[in-house]
């Protein structure tokens, strides 16, 4: 059977990288949505510098004010790092799930830039700095520490964004017990306010959703379960 014929009859997450990259809709999707992840990191660095020279306002936060804070850095990043890497070993050998993660990955990045413009904040009282081995040296890339991207929590998207990537089974509850305690370990570092954990997820959702309908539009790939 012909290589374009075999990608038309397999069910789409089964599909193999020769079959998908024969498609033309997936690599120009795949291509571009590389290029603009790459794009928009080259640009993170002077908004977040906009950000930390900006004046910002202190939230009343119950939560946080009956939390003693500790530096928790290490397990965060454990978890993070962990989590990441499992999931990308999932996605990997899966060209249509991984395209939908790369596009939801942007969206969700794009959605926070656009908060932390709206959203102006100082950090919580007690803040301890969360270390970002990676994120520190590649997107902050400054000598100041960044403290006032607050609004929503990265960490706790990008593992609420994992735990969509992939199937509604081990895999997902694993990731979903992993962004719970990636939340509540940025809250005992006092990195973030409690409103900022807790609107993660649903930005998360929200940019997994539109890259669905994104990649179904542009590529043609349905939603099937691995």
């Known amino acids: 059977m012909p290589l374009s014929r075999r ?9 193999p990288w020769p079959a998908a ?4 809709a997936f690599r120009r999707s795949l291509l571009l949505s590389i290029g603009l992840l790459l794009l928009l990191a080259a640009r993170l660095p002077p908004f977040f510098a906009y950000l930390q020279a ?8 119950p939560l946080l004010a009956a939390l003693p804070a500790h530096d928790v850095s290490l397990p965060t990043f454990i ?4 989590s990441i890497g499992a999931t990308l070993s999932y996605l990997l050998p899966r060209p249509r799930r991984l395209l939908h993660g790369l596009w939801a990955y942007l969206l969700l990045h794009l959605l926070r830039t656009l908060t932390l413009w709206l959203v102006p904040l100082d950090p919580p009282t007690g803040l301890l700095l969360l270390r970002d081995p990676l994120v520190d040296v590649f997107f902050y890339g400054g000598p100041a520490p960044i403290t006032k ?3 929503f929590s990265g960490h706790t998207a990008t593992l609420f964004l994992l ?8 895999w997902r509850w694993s990731l979903l017990a992993a962004t719970a305690a990636v939340g509540a370990l ?41």
Do not use: K
């Not at 978890?79 to 962990?82: A, C, E, N, P």
């Not at 735990?163 to 081990?170: M, Q, T």
């Not at 006092?190 to 929200?206: E, Q, R």
């Open 149 to 151: 991207d607050l609004f």
């Open 163 to 170: 735990a969509l990537a992939v199937p509604p089974r081990g």
């Open 186 to 226: 940025v809250l005992v570092q006092h990195a973030h306010y409690t409103y900022d954990v807790l609107a993660a997820p649903f930005f998360a959702g929200l940019s997994y959703w539109l890259a669905g309908r994104l990649v179904r539009r542009t590529v043609g790939f349905t939603r099937r379960s691995a």
């Open 21 to 24: 990259w024969a498609q033309p």
């Open 79 to 82: 978890l993070i790092y962990l």
């Open 7 to 15: 990608a038309l009859v397999s069910p789409p997450d089964s599909l």
């Open 54 to 61: 900006r004046p910002g306002v202190v939230l009343a936060d």
